[in-house]
């Protein structure tokens, strides 16, 4: 596609990671692929050097910003760390062969030193009976003059404490290390507010929108539903409630419990009292680059907002950021077969115009096997609501820019066109047969599908009728809005 080519002179003065992310997006094109004919594999070239390079680029320098914000709080938190690490993969607790072990440590102390094997045994009074004075229990073990004969005694007498013990242990401390990593995202989120309000900025134009749209649609209209949806519209928001449950009293304490552990002697003492140290549990990696919906709550993980702290051309914003939010923002919007159901009626009419384009685009496009699988359409659904509501906010917000020529690159850029390239690069996967994710359509399919369905991006391609993207589509599919369909009750 050399049409599409144009070189120019004059460099801008963008920031960094903006020319980074412009840049990228041009290393992933494929020319010898008009965007009409496989927008996908146009964008995302089959032998990329990674899957996602884009995705990649910025958590890489979220991971970096995060550990020199760590980095103040190395001496308090996370001097440790590597500690915990090392924890984690020796904690695998085997009563049996722990008593053995601790049994051979006992002999050698009461054979070597005496202060040395008693203090042991004050360890042991602590660990399982909470006694501290060490008057009772295992430091009469100390009268035994006879090494081999007590601490055979000692053996028989923890075993059974220690069987019923700690097997998860080690899940437990696993636990921990994602605490003190999220505890990181929590200071990075504290120090970068703007980005988070920027992502609410975002969000409530989507909203905005999706409630416009709600109030014009037939079949919302004449199920008796529009209220419902108009509700649980309302109650989405995107917050920071979650992430700001961290507790600074929790990772000093758990601190402090560790170090007292560590002091301990013996190493038996030492492993079974980490074991015993309570750690909070979390349910998601912050510092992973991930959005999901836990309605109402949406949720963007900081990699997500960071980009919005990195003055990136609104047109990457929208594409990237705002069809993320647009589809978490679908998941409420759309029947979910799976967990809670929200809306008291979905179109079956929708649903199936969602499928068939979807079907469609696999029989287009499927790189090697194109997987079907009966449950969850939500997920299609969810993309066909978010990058167009993402666009159709862009569009209006964008308009007098929308067709100009943004310069300075090799390629000739304009904000509509780049809404579309940064979505496909937030995809970008190299070629693997049947790639298909757990619950996502396989990313090709994706795009392709949800672009082929967008009248906006034929007109911005100029596409013809008779291009590949454009024979991919089944027909229009109007979801919400006034055109959607009317279906029969
Ligand atoms: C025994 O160990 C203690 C430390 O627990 C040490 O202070 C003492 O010197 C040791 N005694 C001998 C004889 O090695
Ligand atoms: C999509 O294709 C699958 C398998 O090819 C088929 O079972 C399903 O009925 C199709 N869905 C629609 C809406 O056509
Ligand atoms: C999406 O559409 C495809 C093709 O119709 C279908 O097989 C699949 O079950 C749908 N849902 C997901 C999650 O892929
Ligand atoms: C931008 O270009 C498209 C066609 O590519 C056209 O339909 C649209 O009206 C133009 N928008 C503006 C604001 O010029
Ligand atoms: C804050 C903290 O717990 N720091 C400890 C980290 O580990 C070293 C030994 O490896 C201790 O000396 C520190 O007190
Ligand atoms: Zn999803």
Redesign the pocket.
Known sequence: MQVFLCYLMFVLGVNSLELDIVKIIETNIDDSIDPCDDFYRHACKKDLSKDSVFRNLLSKSYDIEVESMAGKYH???F??IS?YETLVNSLKINVDQDVTLAKYEYVEKCINNKTEARKMLLELNELIYDEKEGNCCFTNIAYDTKCERAATNLEKGIKIYLEEAYPDAKENWKNYLNYLGNFKAFLWLDANRNTFEKSREIFNKLKEEVSEMIKKTPWLINSNSMEAYLEITNQLMVDTKILVQMNRDVVNEV?EQ??IC?RLSSSLTRKYCYAKIEVPTVFEKWNSFNAFNLHPHLNLNNPILSALGSNLPPAIEYGFVGALLGHEFGHTLIKSSRDHMFVPYFSEQVKNCVQNQFNKSCEYFAEGVCRTVDFQFDENGSDLVGVPLAYNVFKREQSCVLNKSIRGYEYCWTPAKLFFYAHAAMHCKRYKLNYMTSVHHSSNIRVNAVLAQMPDFAEVFQCDAKSRMMRSKSKQCFIHGEDAPETFF
Do not use: L, V
């Open positions: 001496t308090t938190f001097a440790n500690d601190t560790f170090q560590r």
